[in-house]
């Protein structure tokens, strides 16, 4: 698929131009190769994202998360079967954050998504962590831009667990729905806490199950606690089986009460918040990478560390040296 | 307990003074006092530390990680009742990076070891996070060498899950346990492959449950094929059941074993390279917080967002901007 795209004799330029339009007109294959450029951090992927920038911002981003054997990937599916009823063109992007060294996302629940993938208004991409955990949320919120920019009206990202890499990937999604399931044992009850405090939408999955309905009831009650004080969306706690198709409806629904109560209360405020804390994180990773490659910190941390004196110490010693080298910068400029 | 530090009348100078040699004398309240500290990111925290951090390096640091339910902190425990029965002191740090937003460490599972904390020899500490996933690695890695500079022989970090929180927190150790069982299911899967790339030793717990034996000689062969070409060591995996105690002194062996493997192959050289890493990560918090504080960053990045900007033109920008004026300082200073 690359190949294509690889033509010879075209100046970056025009090449960047034409992967831009083909991205705007939807072409798949274009999508795939941009948000590659994302993962492996491409320099050519900030002016690509530039060229399209003005086009990013139509579709709503839903982030799934949940403990796993939630039932996650088959929810998503149906999820994606009922708006693609409505017409709805959707973009998935399925990351798996939990194996950071492999380089490989276990990507067995995805199979039973392929029938998806024959449809031409449903993309599905995974995303697995090449290297930190920052590149991986970094890489998915790109991706999201992609996805928008080439016209699907609903994004949504789904990862496994609710730790905070799973946090931020998630959060930088308009709706957070959680998914749970009743006698997960542990794994659920360790992720309760968390997930009480991200979740927009609250879906209890397996409700056939044995225990569904006291779990409904007792997640509605925190919710009800939780949101005393705050903000005036109460998330909605939805029973459901991806499996009979029971409920799909309902989360649907819920997700589009929340799209709505969103936009009544400022969605581009929120947006852009969401948008400065990227823009925080970008330039950390970027200073960082400037002092410890170019600017040699490296080594003048290891003889301070050599000489015995502790790690703040070193970090003090370090930043005073940078403070007043911007110091001596500002005043020199005035 | 805090009380009896609040010494009134006494200069902040002495009062650090006395609790360096209350620390250094092992006094537990003193321990939990400078622990909180660096939970809270105290201010006082990096002098203490440098007082005391001449005497880090003795204890022996091992992390201990897996997916909810593979009885993890059962296995702490009776690996610290064989430590303890050799003499050995232990200090245990419970970390629950699950929950970044609740700020409630889920500590039904150390009701178990409290039983411990009537030993002289144990100390024992829970410890959740108040805010970034950055900030718990960090007071995790500050706990460890509090412990250590306390004298106790053996530091146990013990974290649910191996998500990259996790590996942040696990990977300052110097022997890294994975806890696994069979039968787990989805969660187990879903984390083998990160699990692969971390472990020094590998634990399969629960080993009377049907599938223990497959499980460990899948592990087996999987710990083989990583080896090669890479380090000298074979993670050993070793079957336990914390429940009755089978196995549990194979574990500690194979925790001795890799101490001596480090100690004869330098460690000293990758614990050096761990406190790079520690004051790579300080040093990047520390400029993020002081760019978007004082800095005045956050207005910038703010103006450019709203004329429409892609979030990476902006933090070239940004960027750009702090790297002359740095250079400006640089050149201001020959």
Known sequence: MNGTLHVTGTSDTN??????ERLLAGDKAAVARVISWAENADARFAALLARVYGRVGHGWRTGVTGPPGAGKSTLVNEVTKSLRARSRTVGILAVDPSSPFSGGALLGDRIRMEERTLDKGV????MASRGSHGGLSRATVDACDVIDAAGYDEVIVETVGVGQAEYDIVSAADTVLVVLCPGAGDGVQ?????VLEVADVLAVNKAEMPGADRMLVDLEEAMHIRQAGRSKWITPVVACSAKSGDGIEDVVAAIERHREHLKNSGL???RREKRLEQVHRVLNERLGEHLWGRGGYGERARALLDSGRSPYDVVEELF???LAQAARGRNGAT
Chains 1, 2 share one sequence.
Do not use: F, N, T
């Open 15 to 20: 090449q960047a131009a034409d992967l831009a």
């Open 268 to 270: 581009a405020a929120v």
């Open 320 to 322: 005073a040296a940078l």
């Open 123 to 126: 993309y599905i991409r995974s």
């Open 190 to 194: 360790a992720m309760k806490a968390g």
